[in-house]
C-alpha cells in the first residue's frame, strides 16, 4: 500500500509543480501588466457612461483585448456596447461577466469619502461593477 501511495505522489508531482509554475507564470504577467490594467480603469472610471451608452468603455477594453491576443465579437445580444473576447481552445473554460456602466447622479472624485466630481453627471460610485468568474460554463 506505501508503494502504491509513493508512486501516486510521484505521478502527481509533476503536476503540481507545472500547476504551481503557471500560478506563477500569471502572477508574474499581472504584476507587469499592472500599471495598464490600472490605467484602463481610471479610463473607465473618468469616461462614466451610463447603461448601453458606454461606447468608449467598451471601444477601450475591446481594443485592449484585442491588442493581446483575444478574438473580439462585439454588438452581441443585440446590445452595441456588450461583447465577448475569446482566447485559446480546449478547458478550462472561463467566463467573465464585467459590468462597467455608471449610474446617473453618482458622480465621484477618486477619493475614499463622497465627493462629487465638478462637471462629471454619472459615475462608479458604488460596488455595482461586478466581475462574475465561472469555470467550463456551456455557452459561454
Not at 467598451?58 to 483575444?70: D, I, K, P
Not at 485559446?88 to 472624485?109: C, F, R, T
Request: overall charge negative.
Amino acid at each position: 500500500m506505501a508503494s502504491v501511495v509513493l508512486l501516486l505522489l510521484c505521478l502527481s508531482l509533476p503536476i503540481s509543480v507545472f500547476a504551481q509554475d503557471g500560478k506563477a507564470a500569471v502572477l508574474a504577467h499581472i504584476e507587469s501588466n499592472k500599471a495598464s490594467y490600472g490605467d484602463v480603469a481610471q479610463e473607465i472610471w473618468g469616461f462614466a457612461e451610463l447603461g448601453y451608452m458606454e461606447e468608449q468603455s467598451a471601444a477601450l477594453l475591446e481594443s485592449t483585448l484585442a491588442n493581446a491576443g483575444f478574438q473580439v465579437e462585439n454588438g452581441v445580444a443585440e446590445m452595441p456596447t456588450a461583447f465577448v473576447a475569446s482566447y485559446g481552445s480546449g478547458s478550462p473554460i472561463v467566463g467573465i461577466l464585467a459590468e462597467y456602466d455608471a449610474l446617473p447622479g453618482m458622480s465621484q472624485a477618486r477619493v475614499p469619502l463622497r465627493q462629487p466630481e465638478p462637471g462629471m453627471e454619472s459615475g462608479h460610485g458604488c460596488g455595482q461593477r461586478t466581475l462574475d468568474f465561472r469555470s467550463d460554463c456551456k455557452g459561454c
